[in-house]
């Protein structure tokens, strides 16, 4: 049975990874509230970036910018300029579309209307704001929310570079929010107007940007793989030159690839990351518009050069997404038993061990458990639950994918001072001594 949207929702929301945002004011489309273990499933994604393209290299450090910037900032950057969509309405029911994902001489996808779309328009994806608590007239306290990350980067490259001290090739890392008022939001928590980015831009010698880029779309690709997402479900995609944004076009720069998944409800693999070569355009365009020389200054070759940009984009909450998908699995454990099994990578896994009483009404079982539980919590996202029977804990937390479930019994307190470990995909248990099992559950994890 194909896996559908509505599986993912009600998963979702049912178990407590997704929520429609405002929903008790009826939602706000295209907005999502990430709930007690979405919160979790997505710092794990966004720490397991960190971990790898930041703390395991040494040409790599940290940024956190502020969303809102100098607007020169996205003149400079060709957002103001280049950033938007062609717009069409129908002029019978008003319905909104992109111009280039509609055939406009065929009837309204909406209503069916025929010959009824508007003139395509340009439509400006950033989302405007204004600075202070009045509008001035003539715009000059308008300011935007950032449609990037990137532009907090390229801006903050001498004070980066300066405090790191780090000599070309270097990277500097960000996460954080962005914004885009997109005419066709959907797919669930795939695009969205309010999302979160995790960039890099890689600054090197231009000589060297064609080697680094094919590299880090290797190191990105693999990167997804680590973590146990299928190979079947990734892709690479070279982007066609018509399709390249501005900062891409030059013949200096090698392009653009995508990695893509294919989301078992779309029809096409769909891009969760973009790794781009940017040449030097945005340190270019920054030093032009602010007036300030930017550039970095080779010591040993005594020289001054702007450096080229590889750029490894992707979208933390798509990312998401295609892990949570990717581990969804509906299995017949014996004749007419189905269980649902999230069987994430336990990096990713919101809650990586459940203590689980067999029985809460007696207090010496109760108290190893919770003993054992808060022992565990030093050292690893652990939960404690007493709130069914042990069989339906057990599928609760398969379906929230927790690797290992600890089982506290009448056996622990009065015969052999152990506890019973199952393994999520196995199913197997084994009993395992009181006082070795947070080393042996920390083993199994491995993280």
Same mark, same amino acid.
């Given at each position: 049975?194909?896996?559908?949207?509505?599986?993912?929702?009600?998963?979702?929301?049912?178990?407590?990874?997704?929520?429609?945002?405002s929903?008790?004011?009826?939602?706000?489309?295209?907005?999502?509230?990430?709930?007690?273990?979405?919160?979790?499933?997505?710092r794990?994604?966004?720490?397991?970036?960190?971990?790898?393209?930041?703390?395991?290299?040494?040409?790599?450090?940290?940024?956190?910018?502020s969303?809102?910037?100098?607007?020169?900032?996205?003149?400079?950057?060709?957002?103001?300029?280049?950033?938007?969509?062609p717009?069409?309405?129908?002029?019978?029911?008003?319905?909104r579309?992109?111009?280039?994902?509609?055939?406009?001489?065929?009837?309204?996808?909406?209503?069916?209307?025929?010959?009824?779309?508007?003139?395509?328009?340009?439509?400006?994806?950033?989302?405007?704001?204004?600075?202070g608590?009045?509008?001035?007239?003539?715009?000059?306290?308008?300011?935007?929310?950032?449609?990037?990350t990137?532009?907090?980067?390229?801006?903050?490259?001498?004070?980066?570079?300066?405090?790191s001290?780090?000599?070309?090739?270097?990277?500097?890392?960000?996460?954080?929010?962005?914004?885009?008022?997109?005419?066709?939001?959907?797919?669930?928590?795939?695009?969205?107007?309010?999302?979160?980015?995790?960039?890099?831009?890689?600054?090197?010698?231009?000589?060297?940007?064609?080697?680094?880029?094919?590299?880090?779309?290797?190191?990105?690709?693999e990167?997804?793989?680590?973590?146990?997402?299928?190979?079947?479900?990734?892709?690479?995609?070279?982007?066609?030159?018509d399709?390249?944004?501005?900062?891409a076009?030059?013949?200096?720069?090698?392009?653009?690839?995508?990695?893509?998944?294919?989301?078992?409800?779309?029809?096409?693999?769909?891009?969760?990351e973009?790794?781009?070569?940017?040449?030097?355009?945005?340190?270019?365009?920054?030093?032009?518009?602010?007036?300030?020389?930017?550039?970095?200054?080779?010591?040993?070759?005594?020289?001054?050069?702007?450096?080229?940009?590889?750029?490894?984009?992707?979208?933390? /909450? +798509?990312? *998401?997404?295609a892990?949570?998908?990717? !581990?969804?699995?509906?299995? &017949?454990?014996?004749?007419? =038993?189905?269980?649902?099994?999230?069987?994430?990578?336990?990096?990713?896994?919101?809650?990586?061990?459940?203590?689980?009483p067999?029985?809460?009404?007696k207090?010496?079982?109760v108290?190893?458990?919770?003993?054992?539980?808060?022992?565990?919590?030093?050292?690893?996202?652990?939960?404690?639950?007493?709130?069914?029977?042990?069989?339906?804990?057990?599928?609760?937390?398969?379906?929230?994918?927790?690797p290992?479930?600890?089982?506290?019994?009448?056996?622990t307190?009065?015969?052999?001072?152990?506890?019973?470990?199952? /393994? +999520?995909? *196995?199913?197997?248990?084994?009993?395992? !001594?009181?006082?070795?099992? &947070?080393?042996y559950?920390? =083993?199994?994890?491995?993280?």
């Amino acid at each position: 049975m194909a896996l559908k949207m509505e599986d993912i929702v009600s998963l979702c929301k049912r178990r407590g990874f997704v929520f429609q945002s405002s929903e008790i004011y009826g939602g706000f489309a295209s907005c999502w509230d990430y709930g007690p273990l979405g919160v979790e499933l997505k710092r794990n994604v966004k720490d397991a970036w960190w971990q790898s393209v930041v703390r395991e290299r040494d040409d790599m450090v940290g940024l956190d910018s502020s969303i809102l910037m100098h607007p020169k900032i996205w003149e400079a950057s060709g957002h103001v300029a280049t950033f938007s969509d062609p717009l069409v309405d129908c002029k019978k029911c008003n319905a909104r579309f992109r111009a280039d994902h509609v055939d406009v001489s065929a009837p309204c996808p909406n209503c069916g209307a025929k010959d009824s779309f508007t003139e395509p328009r340009n439509f400006n994806l950033m989302f405007k704001t204004s600075v202070g608590p009045v509008d001035k007239e003539d715009g000059s306290n308008i300011a935007y929310l950032r449609p990037e990350t990137a532009q907090g980067i390229f801006v903050n490259f001498l004070n980066a570079q300066n405090t790191s001290r780090k000599k070309l090739p270097f990277g500097i890392a960000q996460i954080g929010k962005a914004f885009r008022n997109e005419i066709t939001p959907g797919n669930f928590t795939f695009r969205t107007r309010e999302f979160e980015q995790m960039e890099i831009e890689y600054f090197c010698r231009a000589e060297d940007a064609p080697r680094l880029h094919q590299e880090w779309i290797q190191a990105r690709y693999e990167w997804y793989l680590s973590l146990g997402m299928k190979k079947e479900n990734l892709s690479l995609r070279p982007h066609e030159k018509d399709e390249l944004a501005h900062y891409a076009q030059s013949e200096a720069s090698t392009g653009t690839t995508d990695i893509e998944y294919q989301f078992p409800f779309m029809s096409e693999p769909a891009e969760l990351e973009g790794i781009a070569n940017r040449a030097d355009f945005d340190l270019s365009q920054h030093a032009k518009f602010s007036g300030q020389k930017i550039a970095y200054f080779d010591p040993e070759r005594n020289e001054h050069i702007v450096p080229y940009v590889i750029e490894p984009s992707a979208g933390a /909450d +798509r990312a *998401t997404l295609a892990f949570l998908v990717d !581990a969804y699995h509906e299995e &017949e454990v014996k004749p007419g =038993d189905m269980r649902t099994v999230l069987k994430f990578h336990p990096k990713l896994a919101p809650i990586k061990v459940a203590v689980l009483p067999l029985a809460k009404n007696k207090p010496p079982i109760v108290e190893v458990a919770k003993r054992v539980k808060a022992q565990l919590a030093k050292k690893t996202m652990a939960q404690y639950d007493d709130t069914a029977a042990i069989g339906k804990l057990y599928r609760r937390q398969d379906e929230i994918g927790t690797p290992f479930c600890i089982t506290v019994d009448f056996d622990t307190v009065e015969k052999d001072n152990a506890v019973t470990v199952r /393994d +999520r995909d *196995t199913m197997l248990q084994e009993r395992v !001594a009181l006082d070795q099992v &947070e080393k042996y559950v920390l =083993d199994k994890l491995d993280v």
